[in-house]
């Protein structure tokens, strides 16, 4: 009979370093993809910026549609962001806490606009409130300004924005329990008391978190707003707009240099989120 040859005995260590090989190697191509795709585009945002020096850079936001843009996208988020938390505190917890009739479509219209092109959801707003539109001449009529307006900008962000705060919240209020909740209620605390003594301290770092995100999808959104601005220089173009019309218009530094504020502002959302999640221990 023949004697096979022996199996051979992997030496000792051997999987370890090979685990420690297949790590290293998914971590290598991990961080190789996203220098590529994002620190690499970063690095030449701020290289174009100052592609001419530090005098052409701060002189591209000299001009007075510069300060236009920044200043409506400012506004726009100071109204987008507050009512898109309140409405996601209040769907989180409607659909966390309580069971009703139609609470599977809320869950689904607040997901909505992740499937929906943004492009799409602005083309909905100008069908609604445009010239041609279904409201458009009562709109006239009453001399009401939508589409092509501030208003138009408005709902646009909050269509694409509203599902942040409630899908951090959610989770979040579903695993916490309600037991902290009944206990204040049973021991004669109102509902408007538990909500803000027991509720909102223990989701107040979801909250922010939401908040964060609502904030820099709210500053940096160009689809839908493009549809529903109607580009109008000065009046109806926010940041990202006003970075298309400079580099159609071969303003490259301008173009460039506000593009860079835009990095800044979402670098500053990403520092800050950082610090919640190590200061709270708070995960997605």
């Known amino acids: 009979m023949a004697v096979g040859k022996p199996r051979e005995i992997d030496r000792p260590g051997a999987h370890t370093w090979r685990a420690r090989l297949g790590r290293a190697a998914i971590i290598a191509v991990a961080t190789a993809f996203a220098a590529c795709l994002l620190v690499v585009p970063l690095c030449a945002v701020f290289a174009q910026a100052l592609a001419k020096g530090w005098e052409a850079y701060f002189e591209a936001f000299g001009s007075s549609d510069t300060h236009a843009a920044i200043r409506l996208t400012l506004i726009t988020a100071l109204i987008v962001v507050p009512l898109n938390t309140i409405f996601g505190i209040a769907a989180a917890y409607a659909i966390a806490r309580f069971e009703f009739r139609g609470k599977s479509v809320l869950t689904t219209l607040i997901e909505l606009p992740f ?8 083309l909905v707003y100008v069908l609604l409130f445009g010239a041609q539109g279904w409201f458009g001449v009562w709109l006239q009529e009453h001399d009401i300004s939508i589409v092509f ?5 408005i709902l646009a962000t909050l269509f694409v924005t ?3 705060v409630a899908r951090e919240l959610i989770p979040l209020l579903q695993i916490l329990g309600a037991e902290e909740e009944e206990a204040a209620i049973s021991l004669g605390a109102g509902p408007w008391m538990t909500f803000f003594r027991v509720t909102l301290p223990k989701i ?3 909250v922010i978190y939401g908040v964060i995100l609502c904030n820099a999808r709210a500053m940096g959104e160009f689809g839908a707003v493009s549809v529903v601005s109607g ?3 000065g009046l109806t173009t ?3 707009l006003h ?5 159609n218009e071969y ?4 173009a460039f240099a506000v593009a860079s504020l835009l990095s800044l502002l979402a670098l500053l959302t990403l520092v800050i989120k950082t610090a919640i999640e190590l200061r709270s221990g708070y995960r997605r």
């Open 238 to 240: 926010t940041m990202p």
């Open 162 to 164: 509203f599902p942040y």
């Open 243 to 247: 970075v298309e019309i400079l580099y």
């Open 149 to 153: 307006a501030l208003p138009g900008i």
């Open 251 to 254: 303003d490259f530094v301008g």
């Open 115 to 122: 499937a929906v092109s943004p492009v799409i959801s602005g």
């Open 231 to 233: 580009h109008i220089r």
């Open 204 to 206: 107040r770092w979801g």
